[in-house]
């Protein structure tokens, strides 16, 4: 036994609060990190898919000889070729697996095919003759309404609805179709186990979803499934429903080889849901002081041709209708409706983004016919701790700093230079369209709201395994790092918790660790990173008590000044702890839209600051500063990689990310014209991140990937509308909204 | 695919006689072939022939990268060079491949139509010097024989003293041009105007430009007179990326900008 000599004591390396290197960030600069585009097997077939040409159309036949004859294909499968369930879906299961009589989006997935390479692969899926006969397609989603084609209708009342205010203001709004455009499109690999069972590796947000859904549609009994974690490039939403799941696994059982599949960008682009477009009409009332006394809200959105998320999506727009914000006598009426539009579903905000450019415009107006200031007026109304959410009546018992998260925007410090003389730094950047002369300059304030975590009732939990290893331990999950940075605050969950300095993150697939849960509505860290801590604190506490020791650090057990079990013993145990975290329990709300539905909450602000050319309608959005309720910063480095990150998704929003539809076709499926910011539309960021202790994620940790992409449209928008002095009721805003309007 | 890589422009215009498709950085073709439209069977790769990368004066050979342009050409064409894509497509994309694509939002065109240059197109038989708006025929399509290569573009000369380019785009920067625009000013009052992205082909406004280059010093209400005329000759459409009545409007701004800007 050794003895301790002048040893600081208890100071692991990497633990929260610290921003150490993630352990994928150099492989990922470098071009080693294994993408699911990478992945390879011996033998491996090729797949591609036949979608529709059609937004709607009947189909009357499907003749795959053309492409059998083609030499090196392997298979061809329709829908009479799926084994079991004939369709899936997160929340219902609606969705064909493959198009049977009736094609009901573009682009919807009507055969698969797997040859020996991708280009025969390619050429076979061209090769497959469908009779389509188009029908109408419904894409219009106000005749949806009327129709009755809806996935889900809500109602909202609360307080009394007879109250009216002495200052009314009403708006309409309008949200594009935004899409997540990862840059990694959907890719994955079948491995059938020669035992009539599969390997799936697939980008994925959810792999035991997934697995569920490629059990139901392929007959098999669960053990027969694996799904595993593969390196993924971006999801944003993207990656929780199933796409090429079920049809890897289909094509591999059927032709007994791995099989492979990558979409094409313009794939992607019908291949996974998109951020629901949405159609908003406001009335806020307020008393001559700025009370907000009244809201009413309608929200439509446009589910698409499947169920996807809507529901969810739907109940979160009409939960956060009104915003951070406190206010006694709501009513918001909500519709998703079904069409003959792609499918659209979760997108990073989920629903509390599309709202808030409705209700933070509205709080402009309001301050504006009040004669108020903009960030005064949402001070007056500011919702916090203790306080009934205005929709639900949720009183909210976590921490929610909305007063801060106002006073830390007013303090900070406005841009005082005027337009650039560098004219990239100006309206239309390397077009040199524009001039200082040409400027107007307009600041904008927004305040978002989102829950975190699961809400109505949904068991919401996750499972993690802290092992103890040679070198250190390792946290075993299932949860997806998606580039958020999962991998590292996990580990550094477990540091802080067992007090060393060696803790590895090993993704492993659904056959050995129990769910953890979509890597989506800001939860991880909360819930995956609830139950490694856990774990780990757990399992310290049991080899300590083993050992009866009063320190764990790298080098083993200690008592006193004593190391009663270095680590070499401990590491030849079997010491493993598994937890399943929970996080406090919701409920669906009732028939007026009142009950517990959210665990936790999170706030955020921002300020743009843009410089606007009016005459032609070009934007370039100089800043956008914020302040962010975080709960605790694990890794204070990752938390701003969300929150630039999130802001430039936003900004994307308000300014050029939307996917253009033509009577149910998507006319821009391409990087070319779905426009993504480039590092000259990207804003410089400040963020104050603000800390309180009291939630119920690890360390008080809150989750905090969705907060900075929901106000940060809106301000952006309110900017411009200040530059302009245009009403600006649509996002994107396009340069025909402002020098045309 | 088979790819032959000739050494002259002769074994170069030799392999186009077998209908083969020309291919010079590529960022085009390469696309078209990525998404399944096109399916060259022959491809004639031009990337290394030195012939076509000279540049002698007012002759750029029809191999001469964006990325040199944007350091060495006329200003003007320099700026436009200067969006042509992400700095990858510049290192690779050349003004012959511009020309051989016929964009109607090529972003170098409405500098050649401006100036009033020349395409020179080679075959068996020889060179001939097609004027710019011969070359153009329509959207994506030019005067182009099979058996010919874009082998140079011809200037003038002498180019007018004060040049200037803007494209209106969505982005700023690595965008397709909603409208883009070049207008010269000669020391004579001479002004000429060309655009793109305003109708099947680039085109220029001779309406406008006649009226300007009547005033030796145009007036507020001159150059109001003269944004109204380009806005007025224009064709555009409304496609995915914009309104016509947007890039009317755009593009009478943009040359009423560029125009105070020659006059400055």
């Not at chain 1, 004591?9 to 585009?37: C, H, M, N």
């Not at chain 1, 009866?548 to 493993?576: Q, S, Y």
């Not at chain 2, 004066?57 to 992400?86: C, D, F, M, N």
């Not at chain 2, 806005?231 to 560029?258: F, K, Q, W």
Request: net charge negative; glycine share 10%; proline share 6%.
């Amino acid at each position: 036994m050794s003895t301790r000599t002048g040893r600081k004591v208890g100071t692991p390396q990497g633990v929260v609060g610290t921003s150490p290197l993630r352990p994928d960030g150099i492989p990922k600069l470098q071009g080693r990190f294994e993408y699911a585009q990478d992945l390879a097997a011996e033998g491996m077939l090729w797949a591609a898919t036949v979608r529709s040409p059609h937004a709607r159309a009947r189909i009357a036949s499907i003749d795959i000889a053309p492409a059998l004859a083609i030499g090196g294909v392997h298979a061809c499968l329709t829908a009479d070729d799926v084994p079991g369930r004939a369709t899936f879906g997160l929340e219902h299961p609606d969705q064909p697996v493959l198009a049977a009589q009736e094609a009901r989006f573009w682009g919807e997935p009507v055969a698969v095919v797997a040859a020996e390479d991708l280009d025969t692969a390619r050429r076979a899926a061209a090769a497959i003759e469908v009779g389509y006969e188009p029908l109408e397609a419904l894409t219009d989603p106000e005749e949806a309404n009327r129709r009755d084609e809806v996935f889900r209708r809500m109602r909202i009342r609360r307080g009394d609805q007879s109250v009216r205010g002495a200052v009314v203001v009403e708006g309409e709004y309008e949200v594009g179709m935004q899409d997540q455009a990862p840059l990694g499109t959907e890719a994955g690999l079948a491995v059938p186990d020669g035992q009539g069972g599969v390997d799936l590796y697939a980008t994925s947000q959810y792999v035991h979803v997934d697995q569920e859904q490629v059990v139901a549609s392929l007959g098999l009994r669960p053990d027969q499934v694996r799904s595993h974690p593969t390196g993924i490039g971006g999801a944003f939403g993207a990656r929780e429903d199933v796409n090429l799941h079920i049809h890897l696994c289909m094509l591999a059982l059927h032709t007994g080889r791995p099989v492979k599949m990558v979409y094409r960008r313009s794939e992607s682009f019908t291949g996974h849901v998109h951020r629901h477009p949405a159609w908003l009409r406001y009335r806020h009332e307020a008393d001559r002081d700025g009370r907000l006394v009244r809201v009413e809200a309608s929200v439509v959105l446009d589910g698409g041709a499947y169920a996807s998320t809507t529901s969810a999506v739907l109940a979160n727009a009409c939960y956060f209708a009104v915003g951070p914000y406190t206010c006694d006598s709501v009513a918001v009426d909500g519709v998703g409706v079904r069409t003959n539009n792609p499918p659209c579903g979760a997108m990073r905000g989920f629903g509390a983004v599309q709202v808030c450019f409705g209700y933070e415009s509205q709080m402009d107006r309001l301050a504006h016919a009040l004669e108020m200031d903009p960030l005064t007026l949402r001070e007056i109304n500011a919702l916090e701790t203790g306080h009934p959410l205005a929709t639900t009546g949720q009183v909210i018992q976590t921490p929610l700093p909305t007063v801060e998260v106002i006073k830390s925007l007013q303090a900070m410090p406005l841009p005082e230079a005027g337009p650039s003389d560098l004219p990239t730094e100006l309206p239309g950047g390397s077009g040199l369209t524009s001039e200082p002369q040409h400027v107007t300059r307009g600041v904008g304030y927004a305040l978002g709201i989102k829950n975190l975590g699961f809400s109505e009732g949904s068991d919401d939990y996750a499972q993690a395994r802290v092992r103890i290893t040679d070198s250190g331990a390792v946290v075993e999950t299932a949860a997806i790092e998606v580039g958020q940075g999962l991998v590292t605050v996990l580990a550094q969950i477990a540091r802080s918790a067992l007090g060393i300095s060696h803790v590895e993150v090993a993704h492993v697939d659904t056959s050995k660790i129990d769910s953890a849960g979509s890597t989506s509505a800001s939860r991880q860290t909360q819930v995956s990173g609830g139950a490694t801590l856990e774990a780990a604190q757990r399992l310290r506490e049991r080899i300590l008590g083993q050992f009866d020791g009063d320190v764990l650090d790298d080098e083993g057990v200690w008592r006193g000044d004593t190391l009663v079990t270095p680590w070499t013993a401990l590491a030849a145990g079997d010491w493993e702890e598994t937890v399943t975290f929970r996080h406090p329990p919701t409920t669906m709300t009732d028939d007026n839209g009142q009950g517990v539905a959210h665990a936790d909450f999170a706030v955020a602000g921002h300020r743009a600051v843009v410089d606007v050319d009016v005459e032609l309608g070009l934007v370039k959005v100089l800043r956008v500063d914020t302040a962010q309720d975080v709960g605790l910063a694990l890794n204070p480095q990752s938390v701003r990689g969300q929150i630039e990150g999130g802001i430039l998704q936003g900004v994307g929003l308000a300014v050029m990310e939307e996917l253009v539809m033509g009577e149910g076709v998507i006319l821009n499926p391409t990087f070319t014209d779905y426009l993504l910011p480039t590092i000259l539309d990207a804003p410089e960021v400040e963020a104050l991140l603000i800390e309180q202790e009291g939630s119920w994620g690890p360390y008080g940790a809150k989750g905090v990937g969705e907060p900075p992409t929901i106000s940060s449209t809106a301000a952006v928008a309110a900017a411009i509308r200040a530059a302009s002095g245009r009403e600006i009721e649509r996002v994107p805003v396009r340069p025909q909204d402002i020098a045309l309007p | 695919m088979e790819i032959v890589h000739p050494r002259s422009i002769e074994e170069a215009i030799a392999g186009l006689s077998d209908g083969a498709v020309p291919l010079a950085g590529g960022t085009d073709l390469m696309v078209e072939v990525n998404f399944g439209h096109v399916r060259p069977e022959n491809v004639v790769g031009l990337r290394r022939l030195e012939p076509l990368r000279e540049w002698d004066g007012s002759r750029i050979g029809a191999g001469v990268t964006w990325r040199r342009i944007e350091k060495e050409g006329p200003t003007a064409l320099a700026e436009a060079a200067r969006t042509v894509g992400s700095p990858q497509i510049r290192n690779a994309g050349t003004i012959g491949g511009n020309l051989g694509t016929a964009s109607p939002a090529g972003d170098g065109h409405p500098f050649l139509a401006a100036v009033d240059a020349s395409i020179e197109l080679t075959s068996a038989g020889g060179s001939r010097l097609v004027a710019w708006d011969e070359f153009f025929v329509g959207v994506k399509k030019t005067a182009r024989a099979p058996d010919e290569l874009i082998t140079a573009v011809e200037l003038p000369d002498e180019l007018p003293e004060r040049q200037a380019f803007g494209k209106i785009g969505i982005r700023n920067a690595m965008v397709i041009a909603t409208v883009c625009a070049v207008v010269t000013r000669s020391e004579d009052g001479r002004t000429t105007v060309g655009l793109g992205s305003v109708a099947p082909t680039p085109i220029r406004a001779p309406r406008a430009e006649t009226m300007i280059s009547s005033a030796a010093k145009p007036t507020d209400a001159d150059l109001a007179e003269f944004q109204r005329l380009v806005s007025e000759e224009v064709r555009p459409i409304t496609d995915h990326r914009s309104t016509e009545e947007y890039r009317r409007h755009g593009a009478g701004v943009l040359a009423r900008r560029l125009l105070e800007r020659c006059l400055r």
